[in-house]
C-alpha cells in the first residue's frame, strides 16, 4: 500500500480536512457529467416550432418575409390555397337587396360589388353551364401573371386557321407585340389570339389548358373547368356565375387588363400592311354609351347562349354583372346595374 492509498489519521479527536487539490478531479467529473446531460437535452426531437425557432436564432439578420395569410405548416394546401385565394369570391351568404323579376330570365346570373364581393341579386349562381368566350377572362388572368407585356409572340399556322372570332390578320411566321394580342383577346374575342398567347406561354395548347384548370383549383372556382384558351367548344368547358363573378374580380385587380377592358378602341402598332391594328370593343354597353363602364367580356355559342359579364363605375362603387344564357344580356345587366347603383345611394 502507498502512502496515498493509506486512510486518513485521527488527530486529537478531529477528523482530517481533505486538501481542496484532492477535490478537484471530483468537480471535473461532476462538470462534466452536467455538460454531457445538457447535450443529450438539446440534441433531443423538438416540436417544429421549436425547430423554427431555433433555426430562426442561428441564421443572420435579414429583412422579415412577407405577412402570410395562414399556417402553412398546420394548413391542407387545398385549404391554403382557398384561403389565400378568398379575396377574389363572392359572398353567397347574405340576403338579395336587389329585387328585380324578367319576363325571359337568364338561365343564371348574379349582380355583385366588384371590391366587396358582395351579392346583391342572384339566380342559380351555382349552377353549371357552358360559358363560350368568357373563357378568355381566365385566358387573360393567365397570361397577365405570367408573361411581360413587350414580349414577341410568333404566329402559327395553327393560330392563324383558328375559327370564330378572332382578329383576323394575324402574319404567320412573324412575332408580334404581345399586348397587341391580349386587346385583340379583350376587345374583339380574338380566338386566333388565344391561340397564340397560349402556344407561346405554355409550349402547346393543351399545357396552357391544364394551366388554366390548375389556376382555378388554386382560386377555389370548383364549379369552373376549362378544354380550350377560347371557349369555341362547349364539351368540357364550363362555369357558374359565382366562379365567374370571382374571376372577374381578379381579372379587374390587374392594371394591364383593367385597362385593354375600358377601352372603346385601340390602335396599335402591327406587322401588316398600314402598320397599325384597329380594334373595336364589342362590349353592347359601352356601344350603348351606358355610364362608367369598365369591362368585361362577352361570349356566345349556340349549346351556351348569349352570356355577359359587365362591369361599371358610379362615385365610389362598382357593380358587376355575370348573364348566362340570357335572351337580352346587355339590356337585363342595364337593369340589374341600374337597380343596384340605387340600392346603394349611387345615382344610375
Same mark, same amino acid.
Given at each position: 500500500?502507498?502512502?496515498?492509498?493509506?486512510?486518513?489519521?485521527?488527530?486529537?479527536?478531529?477528523?482530517?480536512?481533505?486538501?481542496?487539490?484532492?477535490?478537484?478531479?471530483?468537480?471535473? !467529473?461532476?462538470?462534466?457529467?452536467? %455538460? &454531457?446531460?445538457?447535450?443529450?437535452?438539446?440534441?433531443?426531437?423538438?416540436?417544429?416550432?421549436?425547430?423554427?425557432? *431555433?433555426?430562426?436564432? *442561428?441564421?443572420?439578420?435579414?429583412?422579415?418575409?412577407?405577412?402570410?395569410? !395562414?399556417?402553412?405548416?398546420?394548413?391542407?394546401?387545398?385549404?391554403?390555397?382557398?384561403?389565400? @385565394?378568398?379575396?377574389?369570391?363572392?359572398?353567397?351568404?347574405?340576403?338579395?337587396?336587389?329585387?328585380?323579376?324578367?319576363?325571359?330570365?337568364?338561365? @343564371?346570373?348574379?349582380?355583385?360589388?366588384?371590391?366587396?364581393?358582395?351579392?346583391? %341579386?342572384?339566380?342559380? *349562381?351555382?349552377?353549371?353551364?357552358?360559358?363560350?368566350?368568357?373563357?378568355?377572362? /381566365?385566358?387573360?388572368?393567365?397570361?397577365?401573371?405570367?408573361?411581360?407585356?413587350?414580349?414577341?409572340?410568333?404566329?402559327?399556322?395553327?393560330?392563324?386557321?383558328?375559327? $370564330?372570332?378572332?382578329?383576323?390578320?394575324?402574319?404567320?411566321?412573324?412575332? &408580334?407585340?404581345?399586348? *397587341?394580342?391580349?386587346?385583340?383577346?379583350?376587345?374583339?374575342?380574338?380566338?386566333?389570339?388565344?391561340?397564340?398567347?397560349?402556344?407561346?406561354?405554355? $409550349?402547346? &395548347?393543351?399545357?396552357?389548358?391544364?394551366? /388554366?384548370?390548375?389556376? @382555378?383549383?388554386?382560386?377555389?372556382?370548383?364549379?369552373?373547368?376549362?378544354?380550350?384558351?377560347?371557349?369555341?367548344?362547349?364539351?368540357?368547358?364550363?362555369?357558374?356565375?359565382?366562379?365567374? @363573378?370571382?374571376?372577374?374580380?381578379?381579372?379587374?385587380?390587374?392594371?394591364?387588363?383593367?385597362?385593354?377592358?375600358?377601352?372603346?378602341?385601340?390602335?396599335?402598332?402591327?406587322?401588316?400592311?398600314?402598320?397599325?391594328?384597329?380594334?373595336?370593343?364589342?362590349?353592347?354597353?359601352?356601344?350603348?354609351?351606358?355610364?362608367?363602364?369598365?369591362?368585361?367580356?362577352?361570349?356566345?355559342?349556340?349549346?351556351?347562349?348569349?352570356? /355577359?359579364?359587365?362591369?361599371?363605375?358610379?362615385?365610389?362603387?362598382?357593380?358587376?354583372?355575370? /348573364?348566362?344564357?340570357?335572351?337580352?344580356?346587355?339590356?337585363?345587366?342595364?337593369?340589374?346595374?341600374?337597380? $343596384?347603383?340605387?340600392?346603394?345611394?349611387?345615382?344610375?
Amino acid at each position: 500500500m502507498t502512502t496515498d492509498d493509506r486512510p486518513p489519521l485521527l488527530q486529537g479527536g478531529r477528523r482530517r480536512r481533505r486538501s481542496p487539490l484532492r477535490l478537484l478531479p471530483l468537480a471535473l !467529473l461532476l462538470g462534466l457529467l452536467l %455538460w &454531457v446531460g445538457l447535450a443529450a437535452i438539446d440534441s433531443a426531437p423538438r416540436g417544429s416550432d421549436d425547430r423554427s425557432r *431555433a433555426g430562426r436564432a *442561428a441564421q443572420p439578420a435579414r429583412d422579415p418575409d412577407p405577412p402570410r395569410l !395562414l399556417d402553412e405548416a398546420r394548413t391542407p394546401p387545398a385549404v391554403a390555397s382557398r384561403q389565400r @385565394a378568398s379575396r377574389f369570391h363572392v359572398d353567397l351568404s347574405g340576403q338579395d337587396t336587389v329585387r328585380l323579376r324578367f319576363v325571359r330570365k337568364p338561365r @343564371a346570373g348574379v349582380l355583385f360589388d366588384v371590391r366587396t364581393g358582395r351579392v346583391l %341579386w342572384r339566380r342559380n *349562381a351555382d349552377r353549371r353551364l357552358p360559358i363560350a368566350s368568357l373563357t378568355k377572362m /381566365m385566358t387573360a388572368l393567365l397570361i397577365v401573371e405570367r408573361e411581360d407585356a413587350h414580349e414577341r409572340v410568333r404566329i402559327t399556322r395553327r393560330a392563324t386557321r383558328t375559327p $370564330g372570332s378572332a382578329i383576323g390578320v394575324l402574319p404567320r411566321g412573324k412575332r &408580334v407585340q404581345l399586348e *397587341a394580342l391580349l386587346n385583340g383577346l379583350l376587345l374583339v374575342s380574338g380566338n386566333d389570339a388565344a391561340i397564340a398567347l397560349a402556344q407561346h406561354s405554355a $409550349g402547346t &395548347v393543351p399545357d396552357f389548358v391544364r394551366l /388554366m384548370n390548375e389556376r @382555378a383549383a388554386e382560386m377555389g372556382l370548383d364549379c369552373t373547368r376549362f378544354s380550350t384558351p377560347h371557349g369555341l367548344e362547349d364539351k368540357g368547358n364550363h362555369s357558374c356565375a359565382a366562379d365567374l @363573378a370571382a374571376l372577374a374580380r381578379a381579372d379587374l385587380h390587374l392594371r394591364r387588363i383593367r385597362r385593354i377592358a375600358r377601352r372603346k378602341r385601340a390602335i396599335l402598332t402591327f406587322p401588316i400592311e398600314g402598320g397599325r391594328l384597329f380594334l373595336y370593343n364589342n362590349n353592347p354597353l359601352m356601344r350603348q354609351r351606358y355610364r362608367g363602364v369598365t369591362g368585361l367580356k362577352t361570349g356566345y355559342t349556340q349549346r351556351a347562349g348569349r352570356s /355577359m359579364v359587365a362591369t361599371a363605375r358610379r362615385g365610389d362603387v362598382e357593380l358587376g354583372v355575370v /348573364m348566362l344564357r340570357s335572351y337580352d344580356p346587355a339590356t337585363q345587366a342595364r337593369k340589374l346595374l341600374d337597380r $343596384g347603383f340605387r340600392a346603394l345611394g349611387e345615382r344610375p
